[in-house]
């Protein structure tokens, strides 16, 4: 679960519950099951996507929009919870920066993509784009198409682990620090 707190929750309300189940192959990832239910402020969900032969098929208590895109046309993607477990999984130093995450939360689609490593005094850097493909509203769309990130890498137990999580979202910069 995901929540805001304290003054960030006094100014922004935002909640995330969600649990995913699936299969991981190296650094290939196989989505069976994925339930959230969510309140961002702007908009609440309830959705559960099963995924048929690497097709999500998402039942939602929501009536379909206009803009959002069909699930069936979605083969191989990830939902939100795997796709946010790869980003953030202990990798290889081969594996650093080589990622490509097509993203399906059940109405849009997004691409997560690592790429740039660039070695810093304080250990390895990968800079990322959250990249909007399709199923948002015009208004979101001129919100914004690409959001830039950043993540900053330690060496540890013979991997690579994320350190540090930068992001600049519509409602400012945010950064996720592991204890």
């Excluded at 890498?153 to 945010?174: Q, S």
Aim: charged residues 30%.
């Amino acid at each position: 679960i995901l929540e805001s707190t304290g003054l960030v929750g006094i100014l922004v309300r935002y909640k995330f519950d969600a649990q995913a189940l699936g299969n991981r192959f190296g650094n290939t990832y196989q989505p069976e099951y994925y339930s959230e239910v969510s309140d961002t402020g702007r908009r609440k969900s309830e959705k559960v996507i099963r995924y048929r032969s690497g097709v999500p098929e998402v039942t939602s208590k929501k009536p379909k929009k206009p803009h959002w895109l069909d699930p069936s046309t979605q083969k191989g993607t990830l939902d939100p919870m795997t796709a946010m477990a790869a980003l953030l999984s202990d990798q290889l130093k081969k594996n650093l920066c080589e990622l490509n995450l097509p993203m399906f939360d059940g109405t849009r689609r997004v691409d997560i993509t690592l790429s740039g490593l660039k070695m810093t005094e304080k250990g390895p850097r990968c800079t990322g784009v959250y990249q909007r493909i399709g199923g948002f509203t015009e208004k979101e769309w001129s919100d914004g198409e690409s959001f830039p990130f950043i993540l900053d890498y330690e060496f540890e137990g013979g991997l690579y682990r994320v350190k540090r999580f930068d992001i600049t979202t519509l409602r400012g910069r945010a950064s996720f620090v592991r204890k």
